[in-house]
């Protein structure tokens, strides 16, 4: 049947009218759905301050997991969807990182995606041993212990770096440094060697030269300092003595390093026994200074050596009241006046060994 004019008058417009408001709705739902993913991109996402730790091999999962178990974001929908769309869930870097409360998820994803860590503060001081050293810094980085302690004992490494395992020690200049939590045991190491470089700057060199020692020598003669005192006014001093017998060809006579040959520093009574250890570290029966420091010597004493006092004291022996401090003698009738005070008040706190 022919449609009349007039009929097909009224069906235009009424089909207009229908595709006017298909295209409206469809404006606004695509409009409701771009205001959605705007907000997935640039709004605040991040509830609290949080370091986010991504061990090696982890993938988007653990990543998930670990902002969800401490209720990091507000939403993980909107994660989850910029993470995909910038492909940062196919590509996950392992890191320490600092998400920033009120950081949004486009912030969030690209700091994550390039790997962009917070770096971690690493201290050590006070060690005696690489076994310590190797356990301080791995509670700071990512490596265990034993991989630090591997790296420490490479000896073509070690030599790699121009040292000795006997001297080794001496590039370790305690302070804090700042380095990445993925930063490996060997990566760290060399960081120590430049830090050593920077440490001995002209003018520490020029007072090593004057003294005519080496770095490592200073070094090693500060970690017998290091030992004998605590108190940070008497460095200098105890400085002084030794560099008195090394220049007189003394023996040190240094009862830190018989500590160093047996592997323990709690002997606070040195006996007749430990004077004859064999060890090339004995500086009773070796004249000079040892093969390498007995310590990690912190700052102040490798300082205190390059800038001792001047005085002509010969013998040290620890004061009869423990304070931490020193009886100092030019003569040793002086000195063995000041031992027999000391051995008096070992004696009557029944301090045997």
């Not at 301050?49 to 974001?73: M, N």
Request: glycine share 4%; net charge positive.
């Amino acid at each position: 049947m022919a449609i009349e004019p007039k009929n097909k008058i009224l069906l235009f417009p009424r089909l207009g009218k229908f595709i006017i408001i298909f295209f409206a709705l469809a404006f606004i739902v695509v409009g409701i759905r771009g205001y959605q993913l705007f907000q997935y991109v640039f709004n605040e996402n991040v509830k609290v301050d949080y370091i986010l730790i991504i061990p090696e091999e982890a993938g988007f999962k653990q990543v998930l997991d670990s902002l969800e178990a401490h209720d990091v974001l507000t939403s993980y929908k909107a994660f989850k969807w910029v993470s995909k769309k910038k492909d940062y869930h196919k590509a996950v870097k392992p890191g320490r990182f600092l998400l920033e409360k009120g950081m949004n998820s486009n912030s969030l994803v690209n700091m994550l995606r390039i790997g962009q860590q917070k770096p971690v503060k690493v201290t050590f001081n006070n060690i005696r041993f690489k076994e310590e050293l190797a356990g301080a810094v791995s509670k700071y980085l990512q490596a265990d212990s034993l991989s630090f302690l591997n790296a420490l004992s490479d000896s073509a490494f070690i030599k790699d770096l121009g040292f000795k395992k006997e001297t080794f020690s001496a590039m370790f200049i305690p302070n804090t440094y700042e380095v990445y939590w993925t930063t490996t045991p060997f990566g760290f190491i060399k960081r120590m060697k430049v830090e050593y470089s920077n440490f001995w700057n002209q003018e520490r060199l020029d007072k090593a030269k004057l003294l005519e020692m080496t770095p490592v020598e200073i070094t090693t003669l500060a970690s017998i300092v290091q030992e004998e005192t605590i108190k940070k006014d008497e460095k200098p001093i105890v400085a002084g003595l030794y560099i008195n017998r090394l220049k007189r060809g003394i023996p040190l006579q240094a009862d830190p390093t018989l500590k160093f040959s047996l592997g323990d520093f709690s002997i606070r009574r040195v006996l007749n026994k430990h004077l004859e250890i064999d060890s090339p570290y004995n500086t009773y029966l070796n004249a000079g200074l040892p093969p390498g420091p007995v310590n990690f010597p912190e700052i102040s004493s490798i300082d205190a050596v390059l800038n001792y006092e001047h005085h002509n004291y010969l013998y040290m022996c620890a004061k009869e009241d423990f304070s931490g401090y020193h009886n100092f003698a030019r003569t040793l009738a002086e000195h063995n006046r000041n031992a027999e005070r000391y051995r008096l008040a070992l004696n009557q706190n029944k301090i045997w060994r």
